[in-house]
């Protein structure tokens, strides 16, 4: 059972916004700014997105975003295409340990 | 070019011991936080367990807490993870994971444990 919420999917049409929601609590994704997004295509092992909530690593698409309010961090993806169809997972610091939600499914319409 | 792989994976009983191992190169490896992580075929992915830089800290999900062991060696620049009193439940692929927290979050292709009879 995982302790983060996502929701299990999204879905959009292409050129659409979608966000996808990782709901904590104020021990873990509200009371620290390491929250990190990973994309996981089938088969193949994840992809870092965003890390510290809102940064993106050289080499992903401007396309992703991050942010935070309160207990729930938020990943945006806008101008949906077809290779964004994949799973995604937040995972946050919980201090002494790591949490991680249970995966969001996006699909491209 | 980072590489992480792991080794180790494969068929044991319920009850039994594995050793994987973590190879690493292409970055300083005494510089990060390494972790395990799961995924059972078929379901999400599940942290496992960390390590600090210097092997001072560590860290486990409830699950496995009193039965797996994670270590490193920052001389070999490899992480292991040492499972024990293996059950069905802990069947799934094992990813090493450079600072899955980080800036320089990067996974291995995985080693696949299978706890059966």
């Known amino acids: 059972q995982s302790a983060l919420t996502q929701p299990a999917s999204v879905s959009g049409s292409p050129g659409q916004s979608i966000t996808i929601s990782c709901t904590g609590t104020?021990?873990?994704?509200?009371?620290?700014?390491?929250v990190s997004w990973y994309q996981q295509h089938p088969g193949r092992a994840p992809k870092l997105m965003i890390h510290e909530v809102n940064k993106r690593p050289s080499g992903v698409s401007n396309r992703f975003s991050g942010s935070k309010s309160g207990n729930t961090a938020s990943l945006t993806i806008s101008g949906l295409q077809a290779e964004d169809e994949a799973d995604y997972y937040c995972?946050?610091?919980?201090?002494?340990?790591?949490?991680f939600g249970g995966g969001t499914k996006v699909s491209v319409l | 070019e980072v590489q992480l792989v792991e080794s180790g994976g494969g068929l044991v009983q319920p009850g039994g011991s594995l050793r994987l191992s973590c190879a690493t190169s292409g970055f300083t490896f005494s510089t990060y936080w390494m972790n395990w992580v799961r995924q059972a075929p078929g379901k999400g992915l599940e942290w496992v367990a960390y390590?600090?830089?210097?092997?001072?800290?560590?860290s486990y999900v409830d699950s496995v807490k009193g039965r797996f062991t994670i270590s490193r060696d920052n001389v070999k620049n490899s992480l292991s993870l040492e499972m024990n009193s293996l059950r069905a439940e802990d069947t799934a692929l094992y990813y090493c994971?450079?600072?899955?927290?980080?800036?320089?979050?990067?996974w291995g292709q995985g080693t696949l444990v299978t706890v059966s009879s």
């Open positions: 390590i600090n830089q210097d092997g001072s800290e560590t």
């Open positions: 994971v450079r600072g899955i927290l980080s800036p320089g979050g990067y």
């Open positions: 995972f946050s610091s919980a201090g002494s340990s790591v949490v």
């Open positions: 104020s021990s873990d994704v509200g009371r620290y700014n390491l």
